[in-house]
Structures are given as structure tokens and as C-alpha cells.
């Protein structure tokens, strides 16, 4: 997947939704670990060193079938050819390339027929897989992902970058989405309250909120028509939909602003609008309302 140099410089810098930059997340954890002697076990997220000076981007892929576009997510390594100027360009490779492993051998020298290493290579292909399995890489989902595999204990908390404020702040409103479900399968409404439904409420939220597996609420998932060994995957699906409510929640009224800014032409159009080229003018009215058609497909799309 090939991208010019100002594609790549917005990609690198647009946050940590789509970007993990795990070059410069090594260098701050060198960083921290040589100013507080720290003797803390948990290092980078890889055991290969060029996995851990690489940048994970979540790239949208469109096509348009029948008429309709359709989106998919796919997540690339990107290996910079120079370290000190990370936007001159470099190799990449996708994690869904069904040729990564022979890639990730010549690239990283990553070889699964290397027994005294077995075992990073089984830890770093679970590392790329997990973060495959995220639609984004906010630190929020980063996290739950980490704790529903068992892992957040080996995982250094630079990766989230998320701090306990904002992870109380998010996991509120989602454990309530979330237990208005539970409310709803089990036929309990709000006003349904006491010690022995709140205490059944919290278990089946507790079960949905880690993902891990059904023990104990097999009855549920066989009454919401879940496949058993898929039920983890979808209650993390779950979270992470509700995760994405709460956060469009949060930008709605700014997206309302700007939505209402393009579509009125006092405030849209340039104050000189008057004095300029007619051609200039007309240049200017068919880029805002390719601009307005644009965002009307990409809202209703989201």
C-alpha cells in the first residue's frame, strides 16, 4: 500500500485512533526507565526490535460495489527507512497479507522455524493479531482488548496512554448502555430493582464487560441467539459500539457547529467574496457544495 510523503505525514500525525507509534513510545519507555532506574519488567510491546521501531496505522480501504461504497479497516506496519526523519518513507506490510509471515521473515527476521525463539515469535504475531482484531486503536479499546486477553499485566501502561480519570470518565455511560441490555434480555426493567436483581444484573454485566467466556450466563447467550463461542467476540463488540456512542455523544455539537458553518453562505464564503474573479467565485461555490455532499454521505455512512 503505497502512499505519498504528504499522505504519510497526515496519517503519522492524525493521534492515536489510527496511529501507534511504537518507535517513539520505545524511546519514551527507555526514556522514563534510564530517569527513575526503574526495574520494571514490562518493556516494548514486541520482543523484535524492528517491530518496535515501526509505526501501526489503521488504514480505511473503500470500494464501491453495485453503487453503494462499502469501508473496511486493515491494519499496516510501517517500517521508516530513517529514524531521524520518519516521514521520508519506508516498507510497509499488512497484517492481513496472507504472505506476512515469509514478509515479517525477511523484513524482521521474524522465523517460525527458529525453536530457541518460539516463543517471540508466538508473542509478537499475537501482539499484531490482537491489534488487528480493533476497528481503531484508541487507547480506551487498546486497553479493554489488553484485559479481555489476559494481558494488560505485560503490557506497559505507555501503550494505553489513558489516564484513570478518562478511563472512569468512558467506562461510566458504556456500563450503562450496557446494563440496559442486560435489563432488557433478562425482562427486567429500570424500576425492577432490590439486592438479589441488582446482584444478577452486576454478574451478567461483569461476564460482558471482561468478554472472556459465558460460564455462568449460558442461558443468556442461548436467549440472545448467540452463537456460544462467539458470544466473547460479540460482547466485545457490544462495548466497543457503545464506546463509539458515547464518543460521537461528545462531538455532536461540535459537528452540529460546523455542519451549520458550510451550509450558511454568510459565514462559509469569504468576506471579499464580491470582489473576486466570477471564475474564482464559481471555483469557490462548487468546492463547498462537493464540500456539503461529502459530509451529508460521510454522516449518514457513520
Known amino acids: 500500500m503505497s502512499m505519498d510523503r504528504q499522505q504519510l505525514a497526515r496519517a503519522i500525525d492524525v493521534g492515536r485512533t489510527s496511529t ?90 521474524l522465523d517460525p522455524n527458529d525453536e530457541s525463539r518460539a516463543a517471540d515469535y508466538d508473542w509478537d504475531n499475537s501482539m499484531l493479531e490482537m491489534v488487528d482484531t480493533l476497528p481503531t486503536l484508541d487507547p480506551f479499546l487498546m486497553k479493554c482488548k489488553a ?44 424500576e425492577d430493582a432490590g439486592a438479589k436483581i441488582e446482584e444478577h444484573v452486576s454478574k451478567f454485566l461483569k461476564k460482558i464487560w471482561e468478554a472472556r467466556d459465558i460460564d455462568g450466563i449460558e442461558d443468556f447467550v442461548h436467549s440472545m441467539d448467540m452463537p456460544p463461542e462467539r458470544a466473547p467476540e460479540l460482547f466485545f463488540a457490544w462495548k466497543a459500539i457503545c464506546y463509539y456512542q458515547v464518543q460521537f455523544t461528545e462531538v455532536e455539537p461540535s459537528l452540529r457547529k460546523l455542519f451549520a458553518w458550510v451550509g450558511d453562505p454568510k459565514k462559509s464564503l469569504p468576506a471579499d467574496m464580491g470582489g473576486l474573479r466570477y471564475e474564482v467565485q464559481d471555483q469557490i461555490r462548487r468546492e463547498l457544495k462537493m464540500l456539503r455532499a461529502r459530509l451529508r454521505e460521510n454522516y449518514l455512512n457513520i
Not at 473503500?62 to 506496519?77: A, D, F, P, Q
Request: with cysteine; charged share 30%.
Open 20 to 109: 501507534l507509534n511504537c518507535f517513539e513510545t520505545t524511546k519514551d519507555i527507555a526514556g522514563i526507565a534510564a530517569d527513575i532506574a526503574d526495574d520494571d519488567p514490562r518493556g516494548p510491546m514486541f520482543r523484535n526490535h524492528f517491530l518496535n521501531d515501526s509505526i501501526v496505522f489503521k488504514v480505511v480501504e473503500s470500494t464501491v460495489v453495485r453503487g453503494k461504497r462499502n469501508y473496511g479497516v486493515e491494519t499496516l506496519i510501517y517500517f521508516p527507512y530513517n529514524h531521524e526523519n520518519i516521514y521520508e518513507g519506508g516498507d510497509s506490510i499488512l497484517v492481513s497479507d496472507r504472505r506476512r509471515a515469509e514478509k515479517l521473515h525477511h523484513k524482521c527476521g
Open 147 to 190: 484485559q479481555q486477553t489476559g494481558i494488560e499485566d505485560q503490557l506497559n501502561p505507555a501503550y494505553f496512554n489513558i489516564t484513570l480519570e478518562e478511563w472512569n470518565r468512558i467506562q461510566k455511560p458504556i456500563r450503562l448502555k450496557i446494563e440496559a441490555l442486560v435489563r432488557k434480555a433478562l425482562g427486567l426493567g429500570r
